[in-house]
């Protein structure tokens, strides 16, 4: 007679047990659902709309024609370029220049004594909000305050020696430039964590079989570290699209002088917050377009990262201990 009871007393004992459960997931599942889906979902339904009027893709077709996304003009003539290439222009500066450098200066402070004080000035620009920093750039390549300018003055290039804010041809380019440093902090610290899973052991093997350091760095420390470059390249991507703060920060809303400087995210706000009257069904369609880049960049890059072939272990011990100067 007990045995039924127990199998009858054990589902609902489990159901108890799953609703006990779920009752600590239910307020963040509730902020989930009203902060993060409601939101996005209510901006895709907007972008499909004009007024009250279902366009479909009327409104993403009316940005891409729009010169202020795409102009073609630019292309051959000079900025304004346009935002879509605005934004492609800050991943292909930007991205490799703070990569690069924050590798660079990971590797050299590995053995440095003091390294953690030295990195903790390098990552000032991350904790330092993007506006103020827009506003510290704009100051820095405006003449005649700004010592950029000054700067290629006092090495006889007149040429550079301008108000960089007021010229198209050099604000976008200053911008990305000069906020490589805000970046750079994070590929550093990055890279400094990366380095220190890689066993020292690798390092004294090859060192000890005659390898350079030029060697060392090509064939055990840059495979290893490719995991933390493919995180880095993502975190760096995602920025870099949604870039906004550092843009308003220097110039203004309309992204510096006949637009030179305007991206995406500056387009999107000029239409929901700048606008008369505000187009916001222009701003959900751009929006929805970051939204569609930033999620396609983030799982081919994430793909790649779950499914790669990383270097093995011994590999790379069999790179170190093979690995001669002058091979």
Same mark, same amino acid.
């Given at each position: 007679?007990?045995?039924?009871?127990?199998?009858?007393?054990?589902?609902?004992?489990?159901?108890?047990?799953?609703?006990?459960?779920?009752?600590?997931?239910?307020?963040?599942?509730?902020?989930?659902?009203?902060?993060?889906?409601?939101?996005?979902?209510?901006? !895709?339904?907007? *972008?499909?709309? =004009?007024?009250?009027? &279902?366009?479909?893709?009327?409104?993403y077709g009316a940005i891409l024609q729009d010169?202020?996304?795409?102009?073609?003009?630019?292309?051959?003539?000079?900025?304004?370029?346009?935002?879509?290439?605005?934004?492609?222009?800050?991943i292909v500066i930007?991205?490799?220049?703070s990569l690069f450098t924050g590798l660079v200066l990971a590797v050299l402070l590995q053995r440095v004594r003091g390294a953690s004080i030295i990195k903790s000035f390098i990552f000032l620009g991350m904790v330092t909000p993007l506006i103020?920093?827009?506003?510290?750039?704009?100051?820095t390549i405006e003449a005649p305050v700004g010592f950029v300018p000054a700067f290629f003055g006092s090495i006889g290039l007149p040429s550079l020696d301008v108000n960089w804010i007021a010229h198209p041809t050099?604000?976008?380019?200053?911008? !990305?430039?000069? *906020?490589?440093? =805000?970046?750079?902090? &994070?590929?550093?610290?990055?890279y400094s964590a990366g380095l220190t899973t890689i066993p020292k052991d690798y390092f004294e093997a090859a060192r000890v079989d005659g390898a350079s350091e030029w060697h060392i760095f090509t064939r055990i420390t840059w495979p290893l570290l490719r995991p933390v470059t493919l995180v880095i390249v993502t975190m760096s991507l995602l920025w870099e699209l949604k870039l906004f703060d550092i843009i308003?920060?220097?110039?203004?809303?309309?992204?510096?002088?006949?637009?030179?400087?305007?991206?995406?995210?500056?387009?999107?706000?000029?239409?929901a917050f700048v606008a008369l009257p505000p187009e916001a069904n222009k701003a959900a369609a751009v929006a929805c377009m970051l939204l569609l880049f930033t999620?396609?960049?983030?799982?081919?890059?994430?793909?790649?990262?779950?499914?790669?072939?990383?270097?093995k272990p011994?590999?790379?011990?069999?790179?170190?201990?093979?690995?001669?100067?002058?091979?």
């Open positions: 007679m007990g045995a039924p009871n127990r199998a009858r007393s054990g589902p609902a004992l489990s159901f108890r047990r799953l609703a006990e459960r779920s009752t600590f997931f239910m307020p963040a599942a509730i902020l989930l659902l009203l902060l993060v889906f409601y939101p996005i979902a209510t901006t !895709i339904i907007l *972008s499909f709309f =004009s007024g009250s009027s &279902f366009v479909g893709l009327g409104n010169p202020a996304t795409l102009n073609p003009n630019g292309l051959s003539g000079g900025p304004p370029y346009g935002t879509l290439v605005n934004n492609l222009l800050w930007h991205l490799p220049l103020v920093i827009g506003v510290l750039l704009g100051f050099t604000l976008l380019f200053g911008l !990305i430039l000069g *906020s490589v440093w =805000s970046w750079t902090g &994070f590929s550093t610290i990055i308003l920060g220097a110039t203004n809303a309309g992204g510096g002088v006949g637009g030179a400087a305007d991206v995406l995210a500056l387009q999107m706000y000029r239409y999620t396609l960049v983030a799982g081919f890059l994430f793909r790649r990262l779950l499914t790669g072939d990383a270097p011994r590999a790379a011990r069999r790179l170190a201990t093979s690995t001669r100067a002058g091979e």
